[in-house]
């Protein structure tokens, strides 16, 4: 904005006339007439990443390099053309993330000092994460089909040429040499069933029929336990509402499967303790975007562990194709996983920290 001054001195009074201010979990920004800010409650700090001395020493265009939004809305309350002005922004910060906001705005009596609270616009921020995610999918997928494609050729090639060459070893050598072919011959087998898994989602044909989230649960609930039959306790916390949706059953069976196997074989230090859990929610969510689709409900599916928790190193990677955090993982679990909800229009969420892994699965409900 033209016209304003330099910034002016915080008055001693400011933080005292606003001490309430200081317990809110808002972040809230008091400035004067000529948008130099004068007073940061403490979750203005943290929301900005600046100290309050640091805040004071700026007027609120030079905290953002698209500072003129927040500073035009500043001047229509100061115009008194809005007694409280709210709207969506995109802070932008230079080296680090946007920040998406919910702003208010709002004019104080007379002596032109504006009060601004800013909000973190968490939908918006949820659906730059999935698009993100939606995005990375995409990329693996192309990924995974052009490398299965070019390491599956070969594979024949060397396969064949080591069974040709074990029919031309010599008699006399034959027992000792072939064991060097057979080796070509499994791993080259080995990497086939591995090309294979890749392919797989991409050619399975998506078969629809009416699914029960229950019946997938219960299924997955007893291979399981028919793997890890002591010490582990799979509890149950269903809301029988949720109704039935078109779907592909055994592709949602391996989805729940895969997720929860890996949190089996994370809880085998609490399996041998015996106090190892294992918890399968559904609940029914409401007005939920899922890949910029508004659904009026969808199915909410949490699959919760008592583990370790994901290593940190992992786990913004932990649905990349190949990435494990367990000896002799393939890291393809998850990445299986995550097509297949895709494919059925839904996302993928997970938080874990030391105790407590939680993935989410949310699917549109009819």
């Known amino acids: 904005m033209t016209g304003f001054g330099a910034p002016s001195i915080a008055p001693a009074g400011a933080p005292a006339r606003f001490a309430g201010l200081e317990l809110l979990a808002t972040a809230v920004l008091l400035v004067g007439p000529d948008i130099a800010v004068r007073y940061a409650n403490p979750a203005a700090e943290n929301l900005l990443e600046l100290s309050l001395k640091s805040l004071q020493r700026s007027r609120l265009p030079e905290l953002f390099a698209n500072g003129a939004e927040l500073s035009a809305l500043c001047a229509q309350a100061l115009a008194h053309q809005y007694a409280d002005l709210r709207q969506d922004l995109s802070l932008q910060r230079p080296g680090r993330e946007p920040l998406h906001v919910i702003s208010s705005?709002?004019?104080?009596?007379?002596g032109g000092e504006l009060l601004i609270e800013l909000r973190e616009n968490v939908q918006q921020l949820k659906l730059d994460r999935e698009e993100r995610i939606l995005d990375q999918s995409q990329a693996n997928k192309e990924l995974i089909r052009n490398m299965a494609?070019?390491?599956?050729?070969?594979?024949?090639?060397?396969?064949?040429?080591?069974?040709?060459?074990?029919?031309?070893?010599?008699?006399?050598?034959?027992?000792?040499?072939?064991?060097?072919?057979q080796v070509i011959i499994k791993e080259?087998?080995?990497?086939?069933?591995?090309?294979?898994?890749?392919?797989?989602?991409?050619?399975?044909?998506?078969?629809?029929?009416?699914?029960?989230?229950?019946?997938?649960?219960?299924?997955v609930r007893s291979l399981i336990l028919a793997e890890f039959p002591t010490g582990l306790t799979i509890r149950r916390d269903y809301d029988a509402s949720i109704p039935e949706f078109r779907g592909d059953m055994e592709q949602l069976i391996q989805v729940v499967l895969n997720i929860a196997h890996n949190a089996a074989q994370?809880?085998?230090?609490?399996?041998?303790?015996?106090?190892?859990e294992i918890v399968l929610r559904t609940r029914v969510a409401r007005q939920v975007t899922l890949a910029k689709v508004r659904y009026g409900l969808a199915l909410d599916l949490h699959i919760i562990d008592n583990g370790p928790g994901i290593a940190p190193e992992i786990r913004d990677r932990i649905f990349y194709p190949l990435v494990s955090g367990r000896?002799?993982?393939?890291?393809?679990?998850?990445?299986?996983?995550?097509?297949?909800v895709q494919q059925h229009l839904g996302v993928i969420e997970c938080e874990s920290r030391p105790g407590l892994t939680d993935f989410r699965i949310l699917l549109p409900l009819p």
């Open 105 to 110: 705005v709002s004019a104080l009596g007379e």
């Open 327 to 340: 000896e002799g993982g393939s890291g393809l679990g998850l990445t299986l996983a995550q097509t297949f």
């Open 188 to 219: 080259a087998d080995r990497l086939q069933t591995l090309v294979d898994r890749l392919l797989a989602p991409h050619r399975k044909p998506h078969i629809v029929g009416d699914v029960n989230i229950h019946e997938v649960c219960e299924r």
């Open 149 to 181: 494609h070019e390491i599956k050729n070969p594979l024949g090639g060397i396969r064949g040429a080591a069974q040709l060459l074990e029919l031309e070893l010599p008699p006399h050598h034959l027992l000792e040499l072939s064991e060097y072919t």
């Open 266 to 276: 994370a809880l085998k230090l609490r399996i041998a303790a015996g106090d190892a």
